[in-house]
């Protein structure tokens, strides 16, 4: 956002706090506290919402500056006056999810029972408890329908989530860089993170709240191998290839001689700093868990019938985590479902993280779609 | 081996006792302890001797029951009477590499300086120097030339550099599912290891070998992230896909509900026994340092310029690790050196593993590499 982008909200809300939310493990939770922030004007007909649901490590600071870091949202390059989520005319949502760490209700809160951190008592999460909550701010903000919901990576599984559970609530979405299940080798990559985690003894079980120590080093390892996954071999091999790191030669030790080393410190040593350690392992077995054809006898195709939504899905040609294959299997089941589709895979070597990052084909395929999708919705332009 | 193979060896010999062996990073080690295994009998002219060379974590039980698991050779399915390396024809030779843990001199071995385990004062390695360790035993044993020298992974880098090193020592090279230097992808995921197991609090600086513990969790973190790397995403998928371990429905927790995670688990905690943390970091590292383009002013062809050695490449379609395109960079180099090479990508879906499975397209093709290279150099048949 820039500094004269309409008013930015930094909110909460109570939510269950008079029917608590059932969760897929049969647990439930009430009294959920529900982070988000809002960027643009809500219509009076309130028509013109759109919900940004964030990735595994994001927050609901899509185009605010992070508390923690200081550093601009994640997605600031896509939203604020003039961009592609252009707040001079959407009204954007972005909540932090169910599980997460940066305000909504997560292990590291209490546990209304105990008076103390939730830690591993708190339940295990789902990708459709996640938009289950968000369901329940959207009742919130009186929002019949989101003009649109859209997000990549975990976002993506939620946009798919919330169009398979809340058809009539979804004018139209736009998963990026997802797929409909957790595939074993990206669970495999989880697995990794969380017995790294595990395996530090100042995790304690989970219950590090109160000790001064937390399982910064195993988070870190975790956050590094998820790293590796987030970008092609071909984006590594152009920032850093066998670059040294501000020296000539090789030391013949174990320094980060190699310019990719100290990257990967870098990012595993920044993350501990704004993120919960169980918040990690949570929301990464929601994503394992993840599988919507499964929830519909085995069928994608049943999980979007009689669908009205209007799909955009994107994919990348360098994304191995969540490679075009897979969102390729969405847009087949959205078709058997005889749903409105459109499908672009954007060319780029930047792997994953694309969607993160300045991909003009990403821009101008969410900008054309959500254009096409306003005038179909009578928004003015 | 089957029960009838050729007497085996496990056998050790001190090397570097007179004239030190210099290393890459300007240390030198004497005394060098070497440890290996031979399978089948050296001819009188000591002409069908070959040379197997170990990957990461391999050792020199190639086809011999590895002492510390029970279990049968890594190599079993390739070496034996009537196999592939057949024992009833040729000398097999195969030695733990330096800074190895199986009884080649490596970080646990004790300094001579000090009388205790060397940890992190055992100085770095290379590829060069397993390389130089490996033609001193050559010495001892009193082979001129090796009719072959042959490795998968970090073994087909070390056939590389034998060549490249020792052009009249070889008289064939079968490099298998490796690369001239290693890559920025396959840097992280290595430094991703090294940092599980340093931030083991157990590692202690590497000085753990006189305590009670050992920097287990952290070693098992880091053979989970590798192993991954080492299958496919099609081989996960047919392995495991989402099944679940021992259950029929998700359990809402931490255990292994996926049957990979399970899997990826028992390989970690199998591995700790078997391998010793710093040897880990040290191979790593020389896997990391290799690049043997670089260390001939950047030209990879002049590696191997004019040389004799007859050439046969092979890697794996699946293998993301060492793609086939990091192969065939290696086969230009050698068609720009006006060498004699074969070159061979074999179907697969069984990823960077491959050279370690029953692949009967591998077998063919080393099969009837060695089967024409014996007529060349006069072996009976």
């Known amino acids: 956002m820039t500094e004269n982008s309409p008013i930015t909200y930094d909110q909460s809300v109570v939510l269950g706090t008079e029917t608590p939310l059932a969760l897929d493990s049969g647990a439930s939770l009430s009294n959920i506290n529900m982070a988000y922030c809002t960027y643009g004007t809500l219509n009076e007909d309130k028509s013109n919402a759109i919900l940004v649901c964030h990735a595994l490590t994001g927050d609901q600071y899509a185009a605010s500056r992070q508390p923690v870091t200081g550093k601009s949202g994640w997605w600031d390059l896509m939203i604020g006056p003039g961009k592609i989520l252009d707040t001079s005319k959407y009204f954007i949502v972005c909540s932090n999810v169910l599980g997460g760490c940066m305000g909504t209700t ?192 085995g069928s994608l195709a049943k999980a979007f019938d009689g669908t009205k939504t209007r799909f955009c899905v994107v994919s990348f040609s360098s994304d191995w985590l969540f490679p075009t294959a897979e969102n390729r299997d969405v847009v087949h089941a959205l078709i058997a479902a005889a749903a409105n589709v459109s499908f672009v895979e954007v060319e780029t070597d930047k792997g994953h993280d694309a969607f993160l990052l300045d991909t003009p084909e990403l821009f101008k395929t969410v900008q054309g779609f959500l254009k096409s999708s306003a005038k179909s919705r009578g928004l003015d332009e």
């Not at 910064?216 to 984006?235: D, F, I, K, N, P």
């Not at 990719?260 to 077995?285: C, H, P």
């Open 106 to 297: 997560g292990p590291k809160d209490n546990n209304p029972e105990t008076g103390t951190p939730f830690g591993l008592d708190f339940p295990i999460i789902t990708i459709a408890d996640m938009v289950r909550a968000q369901a329940m701010l959207q009742d919130y903000l009186g929002i019949e329908s989101w003009f649109s919901v859209i997000g990549g990576s975990m976002g993506g599984m939620q946009v798919l989530q919330w169009a398979s559970a809340y058809p009539e609530r979804v004018f139209s979405a736009i998963p990026i860089a997802c797929a409909a299940r957790h595939s074993a080798q990206n669970i495999a990559f989880h697995e990794v993170g969380r017995q790294a985690v595990m395996a530090d003894p100042n995790w304690q079980g989970g219950d590090y709240y109160s000790r001064e120590t937390k399982p910064t080093a195993g988070l870190a390892v975790a956050r590094m191998a998820a790293h590796v996954t987030y970008l092609s071999e071909a984006a590594l091999h152009r920032k850093f290839g066998r670059n040294l790191q501000d020296r000539d030669n090789l030391t013949y030790g174990f320094d980060a001689d190699f310019q990719v080393e100290s990257y990967l410190r870098y990012q595993g040593i920044n993350f501990v700093d704004r993120f919960d350690a169980n918040s990690y392992l949570y929301i990464t077995r929601a994503m394992d868990y993840f599988d919507l054809a499964q929830d519909h006898g």
